[in-house]
């Protein structure tokens, strides 16, 4: 098996639960670097680990074959093209870029230099969506005519990191997973509407936004909002035979989270199942049992393709296409008007 030798910029949250615990049960992956300005903390999570001081070291490392970029947001474009002009395959954690213009810059020098360039859309394994994706697949419910499909929180108060700061808000933090998912199921809309507002006191940024993605008979509504409070509702799906209602978020994120490694059968599995509702099963909803989640699908996939044994797991024309949604959100809402793309 070839030997995959990593490289990671960025040790935050999504380096230190979202990336180097799954390279580590990768079969032929291997972390060797780190950038971080904190060796420290690094070490305290990765005994040993080398950690270089920039990216400019890390991308010249010989060992590299792979570059995580797991940098603030604004820098992922930057870090990802240097990575791309060493030879290097890229992984960007979500958002792809912060720009549509960027987007397509990253896009066109990954393929240019045969270089596998892939965005961190795990949520595409969360045992909800898969679940969802049965259910339209088995035509459980009929003909799918709108999802509500939700990422909501309850911080009533800021903080004063980047991440709060976040000019486009959750539209570009959660966003970029909501999108992502109504683009696997239905493909590219007709038109985006997106309200967005700063409904904390003295935030820095947008805290809420509700979007509507616009298909010839389907609607998809997509919103995330950091003040609420009953934030249970996950998704709700309605079709012409019935509809399915899920509460609770994948049950990944938290492990990863605290710490858990991602190992053993029972990883994955949500233990909260859906209610369906269908008028020609009776009055009652009953429970249907989920699939379950599994983001190291996602990293088996991603060594396959770079060995050239299979596709990107998440090509970086997927990445093109939550941008160019992302942007016609962006003047959605500064035009108050539907964004035909």
Do not use: C
Request: overall charge negative.
């Amino acid at each position: 098996m070839q030997e995959i030798g990593v490289g990671l910029i960025g040790y935050g949250l999504a380096g230190r639960a979202f990336h180097a615990p799954y390279v580590a049960v990768t079969p032929g992956m291997t972390l060797h670097a780190v950038v971080s300005r904190d060796a420290a903390k690094v070490h305290a999570g990765l005994p040993g680990m080398d950690v270089v001081p920039d990216v400019a070291a890390l991308v010249a490392r010989d060992d590299v074959d792979l570059v995580i970029v797991a940098s603030p947001d604004e820098l992922h474009a930057e870090h990802a093209l240097a990575a791309l002009a060493a030879g290097k395959h890229v992984l960007i954690d979500k958002p792809f870029a912060t720009t549509l213009a960027d987007a397509r810059r990253i896009a066109a020098e990954g393929e240019a230099r045969g270089r596998i360039v892939t965005v961190f859309q795990n949520r595409r394994w969360d045992a909800d969506f898969r679940t969802l994706q049965r259910l339209i697949a088995g035509g459980e419910l009929g003909e799918i005519v709108e999802l509500e499909s939700r990422f909501d929180r309850f911080r009533p108060t800021f903080t004063d990191t980047w991440k709060d700061a976040r000019t486009a808000g959750p539209w570009l933090d959660l966003g970029p997973h909501l999108i992502d998912q109504a683009l696997t199921l239905f493909g590219r809309p007709i038109g985006v509407t997106t309200d967005l507002a700063t409904q904390r006191a003295g935030a820095p940024a947008a805290d809420y936004v509700h979007a509507t993605l616009r298909y010839e008979t389907v609607r998809v509504h997509l919103h995330a909002s950091k003040l609420v409070a009953a934030h249970g509702l996950r998704f709700a799906a309605h079709g012409t035979r019935g509809s399915w209602m899920k509460q609770g978020l994948d049950v990944q994120e938290g492990k990863a989270v605290a710490g858990q490694a991602p190992a053993g059968e029972d990883w994955g599995l949500d233990p909260v199942p859906g209610l369906l509702f269908r008028p020609e099963d009776g009055p009652e909803p009953v429970a249907f049992v989920n699939e379950k989640g599994d983001y190291r699908l996602f990293w088996q996939a991603l060594a396959e393709a770079i060995r050239g044994d299979g596709p990107s797991p998440v090509p970086a024309s997927a990445g093109v296409a939550v941008l160019e949604v992302i942007d016609a959100g962006l003047r959605s809402a500064a035009e108050r008007r539907e964004i035909l793309l």
